[in-house]
């Protein structure tokens, strides 16, 4: 089955998407949604991508915009349903799973953990307009580009009390009526909760208004946008992620050498794309910086060539870009080199240092400072 259609939702951040992973999902054309609440305060790690849905919203409070967090490709199946041996098909069904950051649990309806609902977090049963048209406005862009139908199952039942299910708390949890049939199922369109699919206990997103939001996708009015709103077209646009990485141990360079540059020291690493003291600064990205490197022994008008380089998710370089030079002078050298590119994900980038004088130098410090845009 192909992928058709756009895979990567406008405006997304890619920097934990885990479908090109050890945790990459099977091939789908979706035609149905399943929502969840994450029962948490922040983007959760979902175990390095074992547990992730497609997308997760995360609420910005202040700004009342949703960030998304794209994990799977649109038409990739994830990993947030939980599927029996028999019986029916779940994560891999064609559905698109969206988590939503917040509770539907009515016990936080007004406060948790000694936060305030709709002001610390979202209580998604009673959550504003605002939030509500921010899911809209996925759920509109994946009936137009991908044909999810703008409907939505009847009977949210509340994770809590709730009169359709009377004497069982939470009412939308385990074999409740709303549940579907395995028949029901395997033929749904459109969009439910997870406690709505069958093989499943949990009962969110509770008694969330998804009527609304249908009504609110549906409409021909405009996302109501906030100016911190990611772009909605297909350019990416984010605002970009400050990288500043240094390696403060000096280390000796025999002539001729190439060495690559490790980073032992990180400033700020927003993306996240630098692993711990390595030589990778970005992956999956594009970015636009400077290298300072400072060196000691430099004969003057020697040179000193700096490269970046990319590897393959085997450690094996498969490019090299040219070098940029810089001049030995008197005392220490100092060079500054523009770095600007795009790396592919599964592809990383490091920086390389070479010289061609006569005698081993010292390459004192180099820093890093950039900013990246996530693939
Ligand atoms: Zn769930």
């Known amino acids: 089955m192909a992928r058709t259609g756009p895979q990567k939702i406008p405006g997304a951040s890619q920097a934990y998407f885990y479908g090109a992973g050890r945790y990459s999902g099977s091939d789908m054309e979706v035609n149905c949604g399943v929502v969840h609440t994450t029962e948490g305060m922040s983007l959760p790690s979902y175990n390095g991508g074992s547990m992730a849905p497609n997308v997760t919203g995360v609420p910005n409070m202040k700004d009342r915009t949703i960030r998304w967090y794209q994990h799977f490709d649109v038409d990739e199946s994830a990993r947030a349903l939980a599927n029996k041996l028999g019986g029916v098909d779940t994560n891999t069904a064609n559905v698109f799973q969206i988590e939503l950051v917040g509770t539907c649990d009515d016990k936080y309806k007004t406060s948790w953990s000694g936060k305030q609902a709709g002001v610390d977090y979202l209580h998604w049963p009673t959550a504003p307009e605002w939030a509500l048209a921010e899911v809209a406005w996925l759920v509109r862009w994946l009936n137009q580009q991908h044909g999810i139908p703008l409907t939505c199952v009847k009977d949210w039942l509340a994770y809590g009390k709730d009169s359709r299910r009377p004497g069982i708390t939470p009412a939308s949890y385990g074999p409740s009526p709303a549940r579907m049939s395995m028949s029901a199922w395997r033929s749904f369109k459109g969009w439910c909760g997870h406690q709505h699919v069958p093989e499943n206990d949990h009962g969110d997103p509770g008694s969330m208004n998804f009527a609304r939001v249908i009504e609110l996708a549906k409409g021909t009015t405009s996302k109501p946008t906030q100016p911190a709103q990611p772009a909605q077209n297909e350019e990416e646009s984010d605002v970009p992620r400050y990288l500043s990485l240094g390696m403060t141990k000096a280390f000796t360079l025999q002539p001729g050498e190439w060495a690559s540059l490790a980073w032992d020291t990180e400033w700020a690493d927003q993306d996240d794309g630098h692993p711990a003291k390595g030589q990778t600064f970005a992956t999956g990205a594009h970015y636009n910086g400077m290298l300072h490197v400072r060196a000691d022994g430099v004969a003057r008008g020697d040179e000193l060539q700096v490269r970046l380089v990319e590897d393959d998710a085997s450690g094996k ?28 994900n599964g592809t990383r980038v490091k920086a390389q240092i070479c010289h061609f004088g006569k005698a081993p130098i010292t390459i004192e410090r180099a820093e890093i400072k950039a900013h990246i845009w996530p693939l």
């Open 317 to 344: 370089t498969v490019k090299n870009f040219p070098p940029t030079e810089v001049v030995g002078t008197s005392g220490d050298t100092y060079g500054w080199v523009p770095i600007v590119g795009v790396v592919g």
